[in-house]
């Protein structure tokens, strides 16, 4: 599929996404798309994949709910190796372990 092709049912697109594994330049370019979503877990899953392979912060800030916002971050630390994004996790826990990620 061409990134300028027309998406007709976005939760169908990613759902097969995730079966065909296909590369994260691809899936980057259906950014747009993704708040149209309806299924949440699904949105969910597209800012969290989205944020680490964009080492973007503010695409994780878009989830509402903090776990998976935490877990979001975590993404971006590994992707961008940076332990000040470690400071955005709310969960003590996580926190710790995201620090050990990244020293």
């Given amino acids: 599929m061409s990134a300028d092709a027309v998406i007709h049912d976005p939760q169908e697109w990613l759902r097969d996404y995730h079966t065909r594994s296909i590369s994260g330049g691809v899936f980057v370019g259906y ?19 989205l944020g680490g392979i964009k080492r973007s912060i503010s695409i994780c800030d878009k989830i509402l709910d903090q776990y998976y916002k935490d877990w979001c971050y975590s993404g971006v630390v590994r992707a961008k190796k940076d332990p000040s994004v470690c400071d ?14 990244v020293t």
């Fill in 88 to 101: 955005k996790i709310q969960n003590q826990s996580y926190k710790d372990s995201c620090y050990r990620l």
């Fill in 31 to 49: 950014m747009n798309y993704v708040p149209s979503l309806t299924n949440q877990n699904l949105k969910k899953g597209c800012y969290i994949n």
